[in-house]
Structure formats: C-alpha cells, structure tokens
C-alpha cells in the first residue's frame, strides 16, 4: 500500500478498540480522513462499520484509542465534538403527527436555516430521496423504509463539518440511491467532510475518495479505488472448474498468477490476479495442459473493487452474509 499523507486531517482515530464481552467488534482501528473529501468504510455485516460510528460520533465510549473531529477529541470533549458532527439516525425521534415534509423543514431551522433556504433545501432533498409523493403525509403512515429514506433527508438538511452516514443506501431502491449519491457529493461541495459506510462496492467505488476495507473489526487494506484495483494486478483470469479436481487444479496453477488465488464456491471459480497480456493466460493454459486438465471454461476481466473485497477478506462473514436487496454488488465470499 503506497504511503498516504493525510495534509489536513478533520477526522482521526488512532487505536480504537470497542469490545462486547469476549467479542473486539473494533479491533485497533486507525483513521485520518483530509478534510473536504468522502471516506469509505467497506466491509459486510458485522464487521464493525457501525460501532466504529458510534465512537466517532461520540456516542460510545472506546475502550482503548483516541479520536477527534474537528480537532476536538470526541471522548474528552464529546458535547463540543457533537456541535460540529452530523449522523443519519440520529433522527429517529421524528414527529409522527407531522408530515415528512414539516419534519425535515423544522429540523433545517433548528440548523438555523432561513424559513425560505429550509423550504428550498427540504423540497430539494425530499425530490432527491423520493420522498415527494409522501412528503404531505404523516410520517405515523410511513413504511420503515421511507422513515430511513426521511431520517437522512433529515440528517442531509444540515451542513456539519463531518457526516458520518451509516450505510445511508442499504435496503433502497436503486433510482433513490441515485439520488442519495448526488446529495452526499452535493454535501461535500458545499464543504462538508464525510465518513460513510456501505457492504456495496459500487458504492464505495463512486463516491469515496480513499476506501478502508473492514472485517472482524479490523481494517485490512486501505487506498483510493484505483490503488485497490492496482493492488490485484491488471488482469483477474477467472477458472471456471470441477470442484472435484479442486485441489488439482489449485497444485497446477500454484504460483502462475501474481498473487493470492481464491475461490468462489458458489460458481466453482477461481480467480488468479494476474499481470496484463496475453503471456499469463498462455501461462495458466500450459500450467493446466501440462496437469492435463481441461476446465470448464477460462475469462478475463480488469479487477474490480469486487475482487478486491474478496481477497482481502476474510473467508468467513463477520456476522450472517449480507443479502443485499437488489443484487448489486452482492458480498459474495471466496473460500480458500
Ligand atoms: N451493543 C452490542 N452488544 C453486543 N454486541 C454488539 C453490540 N453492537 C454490536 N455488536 C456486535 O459487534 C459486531 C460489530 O457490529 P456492528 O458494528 O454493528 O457491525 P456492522 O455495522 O459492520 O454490521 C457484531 O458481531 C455485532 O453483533
Ligand atoms: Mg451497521
């Protein structure tokens, strides 16, 4: 992973550890996030995106480390740490005899924004999260997803310095979560920093500028998009075989590719990273035609955040597999 200077840090941690019992749910996680960009924190279910929030956020105490927003170290100072942080679900406690619409205007005053710039920027967002047709109904008629959808539009209308925002697209539509991208890079024009965190890799890939990759509580690997992609080599040759001869396959093509290879059981795949041009293909070929094996079939493919993911994490869910709702970006899981 290449050096990164980190000129103008507005968000740092430096050890954290959160433990449940015998569980370390945060296990020794360092962060420094430059001011003005987006940070992705990736990683599936369980894997401790939302307990590292909550210490950031100054809502839970860690049991070792220190971190600080704004300059502000959030366990000493957390009551002046919070003026200048925004989390989604924070609103939880909206008023269920008002409509979505009076809801998000009245939480953009309590941000001190004009009555006229509160109705502007609440018609705007609620258009953008897809919420207008619901906008004039009272939030005690809305659907658990919709109350996600008001409580970010909700969190969205302020402008804090830095925004954590908890998987702000889970279980969402695919149009609205669109329209969430545009708001959360809108957010960081208008100079907020924020620290997001998601289980979908295209996610990660369009907004964030450095990504942490994070299982069992531990950050893995770290870069932009592009150094993680670099990090797999310019070519995935995918294996397609019989998991009978599994093993044989894995002895002929031992130490053909570039780095580690993995295997996706679900598709009897795997995945050699390997370098660009046709000379590791021809490699993979003879290796095989030299244990005299024919697979199933043979692909190539530029590395994806995807590959990435999966073969930096561990082989075994932090928690239950996430089961993304709408197929996108599924957390498939590579078994070695
Ligand atoms: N209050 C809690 N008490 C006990 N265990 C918890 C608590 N909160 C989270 N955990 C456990 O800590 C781990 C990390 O959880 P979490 O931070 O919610 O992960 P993520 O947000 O990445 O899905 C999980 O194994 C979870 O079950
Ligand atoms: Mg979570």
Known sequence: MPDHVVTDPILTAEGIVVRFGDLTAVDRVDLAVQRGSIYGLLGPNGAGKTTLIRVLATLLKPDAGRATVAGIDVVEDPGLARTRLGLAGQFAAVDEYQTGRE????????YRLSARESRQRTDDILERIGLVDAADRR??????????????????????????????????????????????????????????????LEEADVLADRIGVIDHGRIITEGTADELKATMGGTIIEVEIDPAHRDEYETALAGVGEGETTFDEQRNLLRIPAREGAESLLAVGRALDRAELVPVDIETHKPTLDDVFLAVTDDTPSDDAPAPSDGQAPGRKARR
């Open 103 to 110: 809801n998000v205007q009245m939480i953009g005053r309590l």
């Open 139 to 200: 939030v005690g008629t809305y659907s658990g997803g919709m109350r996600r959808r008001l409580d970010l539009a909700a969190s969205l209308i302020g402008r804090p310095e830095v925004m954590f925002l908890d998987e702000p697209t889970t279980g969402i539509d695919p149009r609205s979560r669109v329209g969430i991208w545009d708001l959360v890079q809108d957010l960081v024009r208008g100079g907020t920093t924020v620290l997001l965190t998601t289980q979908y």
